[in-house]
């Protein structure tokens, strides 16, 4: 199924690469062909300052019209960036309650066929919104790195698919045929030390698959050498100039990849290019 409508949650404080981050989103939903919805949401107690200083009551208003400038300039940045690019767009804004935003904005993307999301490197806000999309939208999910947002090209022509057989990895890649029929290169790699019968037949066979879409990819394994699976990705990535990664999330179960760490947490924390999730 093609993608044909986006959806781009507009949150946080509107720094130069959350901007930058946002145009480049805009730029991938041009390239797909697709209609763009932005979505801001601000605290609904937004009015009560987060500094206070006794007996100055303009400290409260500047409070107060830093806020509502913070999330007009992310919307007008979306609006621009919209009509720059030439797509149909539309924007809305909203308040509710602070816990309530990133659940708010997961129902919301469930009337999307892909979500796009800004990411600041390792920040808690950032990864809560992510994890929340995960487990409560049911769709799949873009990640913008904000630090590597002026290397991001808007067009996916190398692709890797980060394969490691479940389930997640599976629904991962049937949401990214999209992506995958249009890359010029596109690669399955698997992260394991050693190269088994097992891991070549699954590499093997989702190669064979593919082909089915007109997909044709290549299959190998990348040795981890002691380091994480995550950050084993986020190297390989980068040494092969990839454009994007395909990748399931949480195979384990959110808790213990928050305990122990994890792949999941590892790549949300700071992404090493665009990277496309499913749960």
Wanted: hydrophobic share 45%; net charge negative; proline share 6%.
């Amino acid at each position: 199924m093609p993608i044909k409508d986006v959806f781009l949650p507009l949150f946080g404080e509107p720094r130069a690469p959350t901007l930058a981050a946002i145009e480049k989103c805009i730029a991938v939903a041009a390239d797909l062909g697709a209609r763009v919805t932005g979505l801001a949401l601000e605290d609904d107690g937004f009015v009560r300052p987060k500094v206070v200083f006794p007996d100055d009551p303009e400290s409260a208003e500047l409070s107060v019209v830093r806020e509502v400038g913070d999330m007009q300039q992310l919307l007008n940045a979306f609006t621009n960036a919209a009509s720059r690019a030439g797509i149909r767009a539309q924007s809305r804004s909203g308040r509710v309650p602070a816990d309530q935003i990133a659940s708010t904005l997961a129902e919301h993307a469930r009337f999307s066929d892909l979500t796009l999301i800004p990411v600041k490197p390792h920040d808690s806000r950032t990864e809560n919104i992510v994890e929340t999309f995960l487990f409560q939208s049911g769709r799949p999910l873009l990640l913008c790195p904000e630090q590597h947002v002026e290397a991001l090209r808007p067009e996916f022509e190398s692709v890797v698919i980060a394969w490691d057989s479940s389930a997640r990895a599976a629904r991962a890649v049937g949401d990214a045929l999209p992506i995958l029929q249009a890359a010029a290169v596109v690669r399955v790699i698997t992260v394991a030390d050693d190269k088994d019968e097992a891991i070549t037949q699954s590499g093997t066979s989702l190669v064979h698959h593919l082909r089915e879409h007109g997909i044709y990819a290549s299959f190998e394994t990348v040795k981890g050498s002691g380091s994480s699976i995550g950050k084993v990705l986020g190297s390989w990535a980068q040494s092969h100039a990839v454009d994007a990664i395909v990748m399931g999330a949480y195979h384990h179960s959110r808790l213990n990849e928050v305990v122990w760490g994890g792949v999941t947490k590892t790549v949300i924390g700071q992404p090493p290019c665009w990277v496309m999730m499913s749960h």
